[in-house]
T-cell receptor
Framework: AQKVTQAQTEISVVEKEDVTLDCVYETRDTTYYLFWYKQPPSGELVFLIRRNSFDEQNEISGRYSWNFQKSTSSFNFTITASQVVDSAVYFCALSEEQSSYGGSQGNLIFGKGTKLSVKP | NAGVMQNPRHLVRRRGQEARLRCSPVKGHSHVYWYRQLPEEGLKFMVYLQKENIIDESGMPKERFSAEFPKEGPSILRIQQVVRGDSAAYFC???????????FGPGTRLTVL
């Protein structure tokens, strides 16, 4: 069955530390998409990245980087030199090309989120 | 370009009342998704709609909940006879294609007294 696991419920770091948020997924599909979203204290959901299953290249965007490894079914997210403004709940999500449970292809399956607190 | 708009941002209802949540997708997006975020839980898919059609409502409770996305106007998530357990944040997302990235609105926080 499809599933996204974010084992870290909460992480607390001091500003300027690097931090990695883990995401492990399960799917039977060979084609799927992985996402990260950020939910700051204000509550909205902000899209960060989308990755398809055929693209295992790591991605870097400023202080953010993502490590996608199909061999371990992981899509981890690293924040370098963290800042207080990075404090938020971060969600990893999966979308399948051919839904294995018979539902539509479009909906996102979310992990429970990791709450990151960056202290000054 | 305006993003996904949701209103109201906060909604308070008493048990037994109806709640109507509205979502206007990104201009040009014809795919709308509704998700619910219960306290201390992640987001759960509820329903997926295209214009005038419900494509997948597998995540929607069987009773009291309904959704529509008319040809003109916003998508509506309707909850009849609300109960305390309906208190949650309801998020709407839209995409231009089924396989494209979903962009989320700010959410509606429903509180049932």
């Amino acid at each position: 069955a499809q599933k996204v696991t974010q084992a870290q419920t909460e992480i607390s770091v001091v500003e300027k530390e690097d931090v990695t948020l883990d995401c492990v997924y399960e799917t039977r599909d060979t084609t799927y998409y992985l996402f990260w979203y950020k939910q700051p204290p204000s509550g909205e959901l902000v899209f960060l990245i989308r990755r398809n299953s055929f693209d295992e290249q790591n991605e870097i965007s400023g202080r953010y980087s993502w490590n996608f490894q199909k061999s371990t079914s992981s899509f981890n997210f690293t924040i370098t030199a963290s800042q207080v403004v990075d404090s938020a709940v971060y969600f990893c999500a999966l979308s399948e090309e051919q839904s294995s449970y018979g539902g539509s292809q479009g909906n996102l399956i979310f992990g429970k989120g990791t709450k990151l607190s960056v202290k000054p | 370009n305006a993003g996904v708009m949701q209103n109201p941002r906060h909604l308070v209802r008493r048990r037994g009342q109806e709640a109507r949540l509205r979502c206007s997708p990104v201009k040009g997006h014809s795919h709308v998704y509704w998700y619910r975020q219960l306290p201390e839980e992640g987001l759960k898919f509820m329903v997926y709609l295209q214009k005038e059609n419900i494509i997948d409502e597998s995540g929607m409770p069987k009773e009291r909940f309904s959704a529509e996305f008319p040809k003109e106007g916003p998508s509506i998530l309707r909850i009849q006879q609300v109960v305390r357990g309906d208190s949650a944040a309801y998020f709407c997302a839209s995409s231009s294609h089924i396989k494209d990235t979903q962009y989320f609105g700010p959410g509606t926080r429903l509180t049932v007294l």
